[in-house]
């Protein structure tokens, strides 16, 4: 059974550096992309980016290059988002997703971040 | 790149109706590389339709999507009572991908 688990949610205030992490299972994890997805309290989907685990080949989207870094470590089947310094409009939750052909058919449960003074 | 836009914003259904909705890209779709999701309140998104006609796993005919190039519709024709979600449109065709901003069918 596919299963991607992302770590639990996180309280941080302005400023402070954050990495979350979504580790797959059930299948080979070095042959699937593994996308991210930002959805913003009581707002949509927006795709951040996404990264393949089997030569770390990443694509950001312009809104979000420079704002967050995505990587993997492909020996523990696991994919990371992080921030540098976290501001306040980073509070979201934020979901890890297993990339088909283009199309996520898998997803974490979702990680919320809450980034407050 | 491409913007999705889906309507209605909002569309109030009674079970059993026929539900339609629509996502208009801002430019072709190449290669019909377009997907729709469920969402409900407090879960992950599910994956429905992915180019932009095929049924993924396990969701049932009563759900279908049609379209091309810059048109796209998803279709319930008989609306239960767990149909009653969120909806989006992805476009996977041009980088970067893009979500429409979703529909909320809700009961009448």
């Known amino acids: 059974e596919v299963q991607l688990v992302q770590s639990g949610a996180e309280v941080k205030k302005p400023g402070e550096s954050l990495r979350i992490s979504c580790k797959g299972s059930?299948?080979?994890?070095?042959?699937?992309?593994i996308g991210w997805v930002r959805q913003m309290p009581g707002k949509g989907l927006e795709w951040m980016g996404i990264i393949y685990p089997g030569d770390s080949d990443t694509r950001y989207s312009p809104s979000f290059q420079g704002q967050v870094t995505i990587s993997a470590d492909k020996s523990i089947s696991t994919a990371y988002l992080q921030w540098s310094s976290l501001k306040a409009s980073d509070t979201a939750i934020y979901y890890c997703?297993?990339?088909?052909?283009?199309?996520?058919?898998?997803w974490g449960q979702g990680t919320l971040v809450t980034v407050s003074s | 790149e491409i913007v999705l836009t889906q309507s209605p914003g909002t569309l109030s259904l009674s079970p059993g109706e026929r539900a339609t909705l629509s996502c208009r890209a801002s430019q072709s779709v190449s290669s019909s590389y377009l997907a729709w999701y469920q969402q409900k309140p407090g879960q992950a998104p599910r994956l429905l339709i992915y180019g932009a006609s095929n049924r993924a796993t396990g969701i049932p005919d009563r759900v279908s999507g049609s379209g091309s190039g810059t048109d796209f519709t998803l279709t319930i024709s008989r609306l239960e009572p767990e149909d009653f979600a969120v909806y989006y449109c992805q476009q996977y065709g041009s980088s970067p991908s893009t979500f429409g901003q979703g529909t909320k069918l809700e009961i009448k």
């Open positions: 059930g299948y080979r994890f070095t042959n699937h992309w």
């Open positions: 997703t297993r990339q088909k052909w283009g199309e996520f058919d898998f």
